[in-house]
T-cell receptor, first 113, second 113 residues
Framework: QQQVKQSPQSLIVQKGGISIINCAYE??????FPWYQQFPGKGPALLIA?????SEKKEGRFTISFNKSAKQFSLHIMDSQPGDSATYFC????????????FGQGTRLTINP | DTEVTQTPKHLVMGMTNKKSLKCEQH?????MYWYKQKAKKPPELMFV???????INESVPSRFSPECPNSSLLNLHLHALQPEDSALYLC????????????FGPGTRLTVT
């Protein structure tokens, strides 16, 4: 019940296209859902995050869509660029104190020029 | 500023050595975390400190010993490690109340020979 399932494992998108990564969770106590971007040899960088009281959050080319009833959330990258090529992790946690992030398994995204 | 710094960037140690990893943040965060990340896997939580007290130990072997000397610093003392402990060790920090964004450092790439 603590798991976050992420798909696909890898994704290839043409430059200018839309990249979509999906995550699903079981634990309804989760109330914070961040996405991290990680380049090889670097630490994960917080990209965007959402709480269950909103269905969508947009920051620049990055959008999180959240479906509370389906217990699913997704990351959309519009106008994907080669510089977006990285590994993306979704995560979930519960509020209250120092929280444990439960990560998905990651998606390796490649944007072809 | 959302910077978490880690030293050293790379560390090679033998199985009988004792070494320490260091982490520092100046964001006023009162929660600090150690994660271990193997290649092509998500970060795996090891320890959480909240208000300089150890609040979560994810059943980590005693050859890893964390220390939080003050609210800005986090150390991980290493002793008698095994080759399978080779990984990227990540430090992160966050607020304890309010916003829950966890910010990661660049990591220390550890190789145990």
């Amino acid at each position: 019940q603590q798991q976050v399932k992420q798909s696909p494992q890898s994704l290839i998108v043409q430059k200018g296209g839309i990249s979509i990564i999906n995550c699903a969770y079981e634990n309804t106590a989760f109330d914070y859902f961040p996405w991290y971007q990680q380049f090889p040899g670097k630490g994960p960088a917080l990209l965007i995050a959402i709480r269950p009281d909103v269905s969508e959050k947009k920051e620049g080319r990055f959008t999180i869509s959240f479906n509370k009833s389906a217990k699913q959330f997704s990351l959309h990258i519009m106008d994907s660029q080669p510089g977006d090529s990285a590994t993306y992790f979704c995560a979930a946690s519960m509020s209250g104190g120092a929280q444990k992030l439960v990560f998905g398994q990651g998606t390796r995204l490649t944007i072809n020029p | 500023d959302t910077e978490v710094t880690q030293t050293p960037k790379h560390l090679v140690m033998g199985m009988t050595n004792k070494k320490s990893l260091k982490c520092e943040q100046h964001m006023g965060h009162r929660a600090m975390y150690w994660y271990k990340q193997k290649a092509k896997k998500p970060p795996e939580l090891m320890f959480v400190y909240s208000y300089e007290k150890l609040s979560i130990n994810e059943s980590v072997p005693s050859r890893f010993s964390p220390e939080c000397p003050n609210s800005s610093l986090l150390n991980l003392h290493l002793h008698a490690l095994q080759p399978e402990d080779s990984a990227l060790y990540l430090c992160a920090s966050s607020q304890v109340r309010g916003t829950y964004e966890q910010y990661f450092g660049p990591g220390t790439r550890l190789t145990v020979t």
